[in-house]
């Protein structure tokens, strides 16, 4: 009569198998999160040193935080599935060159991160700040409606201000009555 396993017998992988298999998977797990950059959980003011412009508002740092201008909006370069908006190019190329090589100076307000987990900050070259000199050149929109300092929403506004104006990056054509595919 040939041998039958029943429901209760099963084949049992060899002791050394197992272990081999557990060893090999804990291995690649530690080798996929030492390849992944650590993002910081703070980030103090400072001097920081960016290591890329991703477009005129969001930088990143050699500590890998990616970090938000307050209270300026500039025209997008990198929706997943929309085209560049008009300005964008520019805004992200005067952001780059505003910063060149040098550290920047961190400050924050009463927020800390947005709902993308980036830092936002007034971002500061020696003197001059960036969030600022964005609205000015007319490469960025004033963003108001966020709680942050009534001085810097106060100095955001002029810097718009004298954009338009001026019709200065993005002011520079005239602004439609009704937005396009609005009514």
Do not use: C
């Not at 991703?54 to 209270?71: M, S």
């Not at 500039?74 to 992200?92: F, M, N, R, V």
């Not at 054509?173 to 595919?181: E, F, K, M, N, T």
């Amino acid at each position: 009569m040939p041998f039958r396993r029943n429901r209760f017998h099963r084949r049992r992988w060899p002791t050394w198998f197992v272990v081999s298999a557990l060893g090999l998977l804990v291995l690649v797990r530690a080798w996929q999160e030492s390849q992944l950059p650590d993002e910081p959980e703070l980030l103090d003011a400072g001097p920081h040193e960016v290591t890329d412009v991703v477009d005129g508002d969001t930088l990143v740092l050699a500590n890998q935080a990616r970090v938000r201008l307050f209270g300026a909006d500039t025209p997008e370069t990198k929706h997943p599935s929309l085209p560049p908006e008009p300005w964008g190019h520019e805004a992200t190329e005067y952001t780059r060159a505003f910063i060149g090589s040098a550290l920047v100076r961190l400050e924050f307000d009463l927020e800390r991160k947005d709902r993308f987990g980036r830092f936002l900050a007034y971002v500061y070259v020696e003197d001059r700040l960036l969030n600022e000199e964005l609205l000015r050149a007319g490469l960025a929109r004033a963003r108001l409606e966020y709680p942050y300092s009534a001085e810097m929403k106060r100095r955001f506004q002029k810097a718009e201000a004298e954009a338009k104006a001026t019709r200065r990056g993005i002011w520079s054509s005239p602004i439609p009555a009704v937005p396009p595919g609005g009514a």
